[in-house]
């Protein structure tokens, strides 16, 4: 019996190569996706190429006001201290992920229901018109608001994940799904730096522009402006992508056909029942990786914003008193080392190591990087512009690549007609963690300003400290048995 039931399969296998066309479905968007696959050879540059440029109209929304943030709440005149000011920077930065937090599962549902590319364009669209009007803001709740509707209507990086996955062979989706974090990566050293250069442009570049020009009113409008023009470019060309969504209702499934969905298929030719489509709540491999990824992304949030915070605040509250342009150069400076590690690197160790090892390893060096940055804000001149960007660099590559490991695990744990609700899912808890984040970080930069002379960790010692538990925890919770990958049946 086992031996007529193997001849059995393998007749099945043979018929599905013999007939492999047969599986493809007239009209059906994902199947011609499929299709063009199925007949290409070497690295899919253009699929990839399309991803990070969608990625990067949006990343660069999320962190370019970090640099101007501290001025621009002077500005507002809201603050009642300068040490209040970090408090009140971390509502703006909170309200965006918040926003987002309400509306992923939404946007994810719609992804899997009407396709990846209504949502794709509808976020991009988005980004031109409320990136625009934030840079107008003339008080702290217009930016708030501003920033919040960015947040719900731009639902695009949880279905842009999936649509990583889906562009590419299955060999080449962790390459797809690097140029995803890479993009974001980018995005947050990008961003920063066209936020640092370009605030403030009539007390930078007076010989341009005036001071009571339109951009001497609007001091932190320019660089919003040049991000809402990229992004208009972007979403023009979205129109054009395919779309990978399947949309025929037959049992039969295209050539791209997993061994999972052949053994259901046998299933079903020798009667025998099949088991229905698990809940994405009881499936633990990708409830286990969002949870990691929302307390590494809590992290990585506050930190960002502490960053900025930390170094354009005076010496004497333990700061670098950088200005804005400084903070700029910093962050761009680590975007090339991202971005060569990301490309060419990270999908190597990948294959070597497994996306869990690799989080893991990367999590533990990031906690003695942040534990000297308390020292390295003792430093001055030459010295002091080295070592920072050389930890600036190094903290982003580790956590860019620890977040591509966790998107890797989270849509490799669930089949292509639930993976826009499951990252849909994990980008509403992810920033409900970086709504928190930015808020935090805020307040706990404010309250370690205030405690300069305290006796145990005063100053920055206490902001970093508390930092380094959360990577502690995140590290901790990729051991089993709370972290596992899923296994084909």
Not at 301 to 312: D, H, N, P, R, V
């Amino acid at each position: 019996m086992a031996d007529q039931g193997q001849e059995y399969t393998e007749s099945l296998l043979q018929q599905h190569k013999e007939e492999e066309d047969y599986y493809y479905f007239e009209g059906c968007p994902g199947c011609k996706v499929d299709q063009y696959k199925q007949a290409q050879r070497g690295l899919p540059v253009k699929q990839v190429l399309i991803i990070w440029v969608i990625v990067l109209s949006t990343a660069l929304t999320i962190s370019s006001l970090f640099p101007f943030l501290y001025f621009m709440i002077r500005d507002f005149h809201i603050a009642k201290r300068e040490e209040d000011i970090g408090y009140y920077v971390g509502f703006i930065g909170s309200s965006y992920m918040f926003g987002r937090a309400l509306t992923s599962v939404f946007w994810g549902v719609i992804a899997d229901r009407y396709g990846r590319k209504p949502v794709i364009i509808i976020g991009s669209a988005t980004v031109v018109v409320f990136n625009t009007l934030f840079g107008l803001s003339t008080n702290f709740w217009m930016a708030i608001t501003t920033r919040f509707l960015l947040g719900s209507l731009n639902g695009l990086l949880g279905p842009i994940k999936a649509y990583a996955c889906e562009t590419v062979r299955e060999e080449h989706q962790s390459l797809g799904l690097s140029a995803v974090s890479t993009a974001w990566g980018t995005g947050l050293i990008i961003g920063p730096a066209l936020g640092g250069y370009l605030a403030q442009p009539a007390e930078k570049f007076p010989g341009i522009f005036a001071s009571d020009s339109f951009f001497g009113r609007f001091p932190y409008f320019l660089p919003c402006m040049i991000i809402s023009l990229f992004a208009a470019v972007v979403t023009i060309a979205c129109f054009w992508i395919p779309e990978t969504l399947h949309t025929h209702n037959s049992e039969k499934i295209s050539s791209q056909i997993s061994y999972d969905a052949l053994e259901t298929a046998i299933s079903k030719e020798e009667g025998r029942e099949t088991t229905p489509k698990e809940s994405l709540f009881r499936n633990w491999p990708l409830m286990s990786s969002i949870i990691v990824y929302c307390v590494f992304s809590l992290h990585d949030m506050a930190y960002t914003e502490i960053f900025s915070l930390w170094a354009e605040s005076p010496r004497r509250l333990g700061g670098l008193s950088y200005t804005t342009q400084d903070v700029g150069t910093v962050l761009s400076i680590s975007g090339i080392g991202l971005l060569v590690f990301q490309s060419l690197l990270y999908p190597i160790m990948e294959k070597i190591m497994g996306p869990i090892m690799i989080s893991r390893i990367l999590g533990v060096l990031t906690i003695p990087l942040l534990t000297s940055y308390h020292y390295i804000a003792m430093l001055s001149g030459i010295t002091l512009s080295i070592v920072l960007n050389c930890a600036s660099l190094l903290k982003n590559v580790l956590s860019i690549s620890i977040v591509t490991g966790l998107f890797i695990l989270q849509n490799r744990a669930v089949d292509q007609d639930q993976r826009g609700a499951a990252n849909g899912l994990a980008m509403t808890l992810m920033s409900l963690f970086k709504a928190a984040g930015p808020a935090g970080g805020g307040a706990l930069f404010s309250w370690g300003q205030k405690r300069q002379y305290a006796s145990f960790l005063p100053g920055d010692e206490m902001v970093f400290f508390v930092l380094n538990v959360i990577e502690a925890i995140a590290v901790l919770m990729t051991f089993k048995p709370f972290l596992v990958e899923r296994r084909n049946k």
